[in-house]
């Protein structure tokens, strides 16, 4: 590098030349570290980096602050310096070329023609060879290889970028239906609350009339004593009642669908509840000319704990159905 700045500044100091060219070897080696904690391809520990970082600043300094014979003398320690630095990246980056086998590499080559530089200078100096002033070129080409390691980082994390790009705008995506999905489903739970409400309120509405109409036909039953009106009664009375039972599942089906239905237990003979609820579709059996009968053995005479308003409607179910789909005058 010095001849360089003599070819190109005939009327330079040489002493300011020799002074530069000794302060760029520590600050080199300074920015080598630096770089490659940077990128991190080495991990130098930090007591490391500090010792380092004082030698060169403490070179410098004795630079630029002593005649050329005493940091000429003393360049053996930034030589140490960099030796112990080039040994401890050498071992580092061969443990780990599985990780960066390329950066990894190209930065072996370079550490390795700084290291070729190096013990050809020396040799030089002490006039064992002719050929001398290489280290700088060593440099040249390390400084290259560092370029072409930061270009090939810089296009992994433009990849990396474009890929992580892609993921957001395919997670945005993902985010915007998943969003959209659940405003669907609200606007669903929403619909199904109204169209219970509106279920509900309907069934409240029709339950009241027929209460009206079979409390009024089940007094005048019992009031009543001619036969011909009795029957005609009965048959106000039981399809007022079958509207009514009908009305009640279909606000029990919308409980069953919101969630609210409880259970009523109560205690009670089932036995009892049975033979009050068969012998209730009597008008209805007779109708059709069939026969009810009901087998008292097949169902235990005891009190227990059930659900009076559930087995109600479903025995109200099943004989109703049995008696629509039984032929007229079957037992």
Not at 78 to 97: D, N, P, S
Request: glycine share 6%; aromatic share 12%; charged share 20%.
């Amino acid at each position: 590098m010095t001849p360089l700045l003599f070819y190109f500044l005939p009327g330079f100091s040489y002493s300011l030349g020799l002074k530069i060219l000794y302060t760029l070897f520590p600050v080199c080696l300074l920015g080598f570290v630096y770089f490659l904690t940077s990128t991190e391809l080495v991990r130098f520990p930090l007591f490391m980096k500090r010792i380092f970082l004082i030698i060169g600043l403490a070179y410098t300094c004795l630079v630029w602050l002593s005649p050329n014979q005493v940091y000429g003398n003393l360049l053996i320690v930034v030589i140490i310096m960099a030796a112990w630095m080039g040994c401890f990246t050498v071992y580092f980056l061969t443990k780990h070329l599985r990780d960066h086998p390329l950066n990894n590499t190209l930065l072996l080559i370079g550490i390795l023609a700084c290291f070729i530089g190096l013990l050809n200078d020396s040799l030089y100096e002490a006039k064992l060879i002719n050929t001398g002033f290489l280290l700088p070129f060593a440099f040249l080409v390390l400084l290259l290889l560092q370029a072409i390691v930061l270009a090939l980082r810089f296009t992994g994390a433009l990849t990396h970028s474009e890929r992580l790009a892609t993921e957001l705008a395919k997670s945005n995506i993902a985010y915007e239906q998943m969003v959209l999905g659940r405003r669907e489903a609200e606007e669903r739970i929403e619909i199904e609350s109204l169209k219970s409400k509106f279920f509900s309120n309907i069934t409240h509405e029709f339950k009241t009339p027929l209460s009206l109409i079979t409390a009024p036909t089940e007094y005048l039953l019992r009031l009543s004593t001619n036969g011909k009106e009795k029957n005609l009664l009965n048959t106000v009375y039981r399809n007022a009642s079958h509207l009514l039972r009908l009305i009640n599942q279909m606000m029990d089906l919308s409980k069953s669908q919101a969630g609210k239905l409880t259970k009523t237990e109560m205690v009670g003979n089932i036995k009892e509840l049975s033979h009050e609820i068969l012998f209730s579709f009597q008008p209805l059996a007779d109708g059709k000319h069939i026969t009810l009968k009901f087998i008292e053995e097949d169902i235990p005479d005891s009190y227990c704990l059930f659900d009076g308003d559930k087995l109600e409607k479903i025995l109200n179910n099943l004989l109703s159905n049995a008696i629509k789909f039984t032929q007229e005058g079957a037992l």
